[in-house]
């Protein structure tokens, strides 16, 4: 029997929370699917680093080298200096293990989570694959006469040629397989290299890329063209590539085309190698302890990791579970407002997988 290794950083708010209902859903799957699994938990996040003044070091770093798959809840205390513990943990894991995709999926489940006039599931199904460890997340930069008028703040947006190539190969690889469209899809580059001339790196990159997938259709959009024809034609898109920065911005817009950001998933990725699979909403302090907090986006990352680990049965099961309740009509939104418990959606999900 398939065993696998996989360390869980519930992390702060409602992360804990949310986590344990996806770690059902693997349970459930892993019951039906006939594969075995060892958790090892991770303490790590704000909460613990206000009792401890402890960071990921880079021996924990070594030691999740070792996993097979990592499942992260949510990082973010209201009573940290904003971004320290995200930076440790979540840029830690994306940087430390090199995880250079980070592939989001938006996929509308059912017409009533739509915010978008006459939007079906058929015309919001792409995937957003965002470079991960480059861009103006690179750490590179810093303040000058920090506190003083005449202050100087810079930060350098970094992109590798390895970098933008990779992720643009990503891109066209997951359009020739045609996995998420069901077809061949199109490859859309995001960047804005009209005004960040340096941008025309990734454009480069992206042509080159493109040469070895002539079926593909090439495409490109500014960012904030990208914005616009999200709301207008979301249809439009297959697979968009983009910088670090942007794929951040248009996927949390992307979460919304899906009816939350309750419910949108992600999967930190590098190919072959231990990867970390998280949903992309945040803490959430505000609902913290109230069980309100919409875990699917905790669920369908669970998933995530599974088809990552070749488990694509189980991975399938979790998702015909997740539509099969979306479309039912019982969920009114995937967000805090939805109505249902998180446990008690953690437990509809998992009578479905059984079910199923
Ligand atoms: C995300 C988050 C993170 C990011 C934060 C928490 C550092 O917004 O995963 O989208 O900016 O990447
Ligand atoms: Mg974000």
């Known amino acids: 029997m398939t065993s696998y290794t996989i360390g869980v950083l519930g992390g702060d708010g409602i992360g804990p929370e949310v986590t344990e209902e996806a ?9 039906i699917e ?36 990592v499942l992260l809840g949510a ?35 059912a017409d009533h989570l739509c915010p978008l006039k006459n939007k079906k599931p058929a015309d919001i199904d792409f995937v957003v694959v965002r470079e991960n460890t480059e861009g103006m997340y690179s750490q590179i930069g810093g303040h000058l006469k920090k506190n003083t008028p005449d202050e100087v703040a810079i930060v350098n947006g ?23 469209m069901g077809r061949p899809g199109r490859v859309t580059l995001v960047d804005k290299h009209n005004a960040v001339r340096p941008h025309d790196i990734w454009e480069r990159a992206y042509h080159h890329v ?39 911005i248009i996927t949390d817009l992307g979460a919304m085309l899906q009816g ?34 919409c875990p699917l986006g905790a669920i369908a990352s669970a998933s995530m990791m599974l088809d990552f680990l070749g488990e694509n049965a189980a991975a399938k099961r979790i998702d015909t579970a997740m539509e099969t309740l979306l479309k039912s009509g019982k969920v009114k939104s995937a967000d805090a407002r939805s109505g249902i418990a998180t446990d008690a959606m953690g437990d509809m999900v998992v009578e479905l997988i059984r079910g199923a």
């Open 210 to 248: 493109a040469e070895d997938y002539p079926e593909i259709e090439r495409d490109h959009a500014y960012v904030d063209a990208c914005c616009m024809w999200m709301i207008k034609n979301p249809e439009w898109f297959d697979v968009i590539v983009t910088t670090n920065l942007f794929g951040d």
């Open 158 to 180: 970094v992109y590798t040629w390895k970098g933008c190539e990779r992720a643009c190969r990503y891109g066209f690889e997951l359009a020739h397989e045609g996995k998420t």
């Open 260 to 293: 939350g950001m309750g419910i949108a998933a992600s999967g930190n990725i590098h190919p072959g190698q231990t990867s970390m699979f998280e949903p992309i909403h945040g803490s959430a302090p505000k609902y913290t302890g109230k069980n309100i907090a």
């Open 23 to 31: 770690l059902k859903a693997l349970a459930a799957v892993a019951e």
């Open 34 to 69: 006939g594969f075995t699994y060892d958790l090892v938990d991770y303490p790590y996040s704000g909460d613990y680093y206000l009792k401890t003044k402890e960071l990921v070091s880079d021996d924990v770093i070594d030691e999740w080298r070792t996993l097979d798959a």
């Open 75 to 109: 990082i973010g205390h209201p009573d940290v200096e904003p971004g320290l513990v995200e930076r440790s943990v979540i840029l830690g894991l994306r940087f430390g293990l090199d995880l250079y995709i980070n592939l989001r999926p938006i996929k509308l489940f």
